[in-house]
């Protein structure tokens, strides 16, 4: 109810800054025709960056769905499954920062390259980057010191505290891969390409994390540990490559491609768009 409340009022708020707001594009306010269709161009481009960058973050959350059905189909499921089920929340709870951090260097680089200073753009990646894997390894840290006291936080079971106390550690090793590759996923975005981590991500996760977690818990009976492990694989991978790719940028290329498409964008008159705002 609250996270239902929340996206409510966030949609109201947004609404009520367009109304009340002076400097907000009212398409409603245009004095012609033209200038209102306007708002209807330009989608192709903005839709080109944005479904890559939807599906950057959703392959890697429809994979902890997965492992939780997959969770359903060991020994004692219900505790498999509640055991899950704590540790998405956790891990959702932890993914704040790291996203937040992704945000911030898409912005940053995609600013800088549109700027031309692709060196300050590689260097935001690099510290973006680096304050993540500082960040993963604390939440590693942690993940051990409250393996049997984090859960007691959600229940009393002893199954599913036992599995919690397992599989923490290992989740936690895998945020030592998920933060900085989040960071790198966000510098990817701010320099347009946000299609090359979307096929990084269904690689690390469909094509290694997701096989090894059913191989280690099914096939070699590794159990519940079985399918973290998996996960700690794909975040592996998926960080591996991701730096490995970024490592190999030409950022002053990438400066250049920023131009070009700025200027593609601008190349019709945007005067249309000036009417909007009242």
Known sequence: MASTCFTYNMNMGLLIYIFMSKVAIKP????????????FKGWGPLLSMAIPSMFSVCLEWWLYEIILFLSGLL???????????????T?????????????????????????????RAQRAT????????????????????????????????????????????????????NSPQTAACGALTGSARPKVGVRINMAAFYLIGLPLSIVLAFVLKIGYRGLWLGLVASQAACVSLMVYTLVKTD????????????????????????????
């Open 28 to 39: 409603w306010v245009a004095s012609s025709k033209t200038s209102f269709f306007s708002i």
């Open 75 to 89: 020994d004692n499921p219900q505790s498999c499954v509640a055991a899950t089920g704590i540790i998405m929340q």
């Open 91 to 119: 891990t959702g709870a932890i993914y704040v920062i790291p996203f937040s951090l992704s945000l911030s260097i898409s912005q940053r680089v995609g600013h800088e390259l549109g700027a031309g200073h692709p060196a």
């Open 126 to 177: 690099i510290i973006g980057i680096s304050i993540a894997f500082i960040y993963g390894l604390v939440v590693f840290g942690s993940s051990i010191a409250l393996r049997n006291v984090l859960g007691k936080l959600y229940t009393n079971e002893d199954q599913v505290l036992a599995l919690l106390s397992s599989a923490l550690p290992v989740t936690g090793l895998a945020e030592v891969g």
């Open 251 to 278: 950022w002053r290329d990438q400066a250049k491609r920023a131009e070009e498409l700025t200027f593609a964008m601008n190349k019709d008159d945007d005067t249309e768009l000036n009417e909007l705002v009242p």
